[in-house]
DNA sequence: GAAGGATGTCAACAGTCGTTGGCAAACAAT
DNA sequence: ATTGTTTGCCAACGACTGTTGACATCCTTC
């Protein structure tokens, strides 16, 4: 009945387990290839090849192919706290720079688009990343409680239309882009998004 | 030795066949398939039975899966022309309209967003249209020449984040925004992504 | 050292996939 | 009426999928 689990960088949820090696290097394989495959050509023997085991453990410690998504797929995004008077001014280049980060370190994040796009549950765990993780960071800084939601959707739009463009298809022009660059022209539009006057 | 193809829509292409209606209701079932499933659970199983034919006609006119797809998604997004000294100055605003027109009538443009995102065929598509059709608006309207790869690609993140989250991912305040809203909070973006100096 | 559970391998299942070749019916041309 | 071509259906192939159960092996605990 132990449903839920934990990457082995959070100790102290229940004892240790022998097989603790193993359940990583599956969801470390899994990640890699949900991130480059997609969910339906992330095959549960592939996953199973790369870390080195059979596919019935993947089977055994997560049940199914949705489990094991669900399992390799736990993100925080860590936003920022930009709600100090002082930062608020800065949110856009701040979030900007930390989605960077972000994507740049994270291969979750790229199986999360690529899987939420072709996957209803995968669809679903990005709203909930949204409502649960973008739209408080929106509600630190925005004027009005009600636009919330609209401000959140816009700055979500942007973010995630540049890691399409250049994480995800590629396109050669987005690629290009020096880092410096995406968070000089990205970094006012989210500001706006956020604190400028509806329009 | 007949590689190529057109839609119904196209005479003059050589001689009518008896099958063109055949060959017409299997390209808008694979057009939705794709639109709905993604590639790869677009079966042709289930096309040929939304089309009322065999499988093996699929085969048949199209030579494989690929080929149809190929067939399906041909895309032309019919970018208006904003060179005129008047119409340059709202560029932003009549692309983010026409964008929206082009998402909410043509299936054919979620089909190849999703497709692309786990398909290499379909990303190397995308890359083209960009490419070989919002680069040149960008070039119309950017001042340095040398800009204009960048800045379309600034272009096409924003509008394809928004067809993301709004028709793909449907996020319930993306999709809750009014189309009044959208324009009125992404011409701006545009329009300083196209014409403003580089920051 | 015996017992019991955790860990892992192997072989196989039922189903689906893209794809192929053969054959019947409808049509066109002579 | 004859051919030849187009259009269509049917049955099947080999490959691959997620998933399961039986069996071996290791570690822990008494």
Redesign the interface.
């Known amino acids: 009945m132990n449903g839920s689990d934990s990457t082995s960088t959070v100790p102290g949820s229940g004892a240790p387990r022998r097989s603790d090696a193993t359940r990583g290097a599956i969801l470390a394989a899994a990640r890699e290839r949900f991130a480059t495959?997609?969910?339906?050509?992330a095959t549960i023997r592939a996953i199973a090849k790369d870390a080195n085991i059979d596919p019935s453990m993947v089977m055994r410690y997560y049940r199914n192919k949705e489990g094991l998504f669900a399992a390799a797929v736990a993100i925080d995004l860590r936003l920022p706290d930009v709600s100090g008077a002082d930062r608020r001014q800065d949110a856009g280049r701040i979030l900007v720079e930390h989605f960077l980060d972000m994507w740049e370190n994270n291969e979750v994040l790229t199986a999360l688009?690529?899987v939420?796009?072709?996957n209803q549950a995968g669809?679903e765990r990005?709203?909930g990343i949204?409502r649960d993780q973008l739209?408080p960071v929106a509600r630190q800084v925005c004027p009005d409680p009600e636009q919330v939601?609209?401000r959140?959707?816009?700055m979500?739009?942007?973010?995630?239309?540049?890691a399409?463009?250049?994480y995800?298809?590629?396109?050669?022009?987005?690629v290009?882009?020096a880092r410096a660059?995406i968070v000089?022209?990205?970094a006012?539009?989210i500001q706006?998004?956020l604190t400028a006057p509806?329009?």
């Open positions: 495959d997609g969910y339906e050509r688009l690529r939420g796009v072709t669809a990005m709203q949204l739209l939601p609209a959140a959707a816009l979500a739009s942007q973010l995630l239309g540049l399409l463009t250049r995800v298809l590629r396109m050669p022009p987005a290009g882009l660059e000089a022209w990205l006012p539009t706006r998004y509806s329009p």
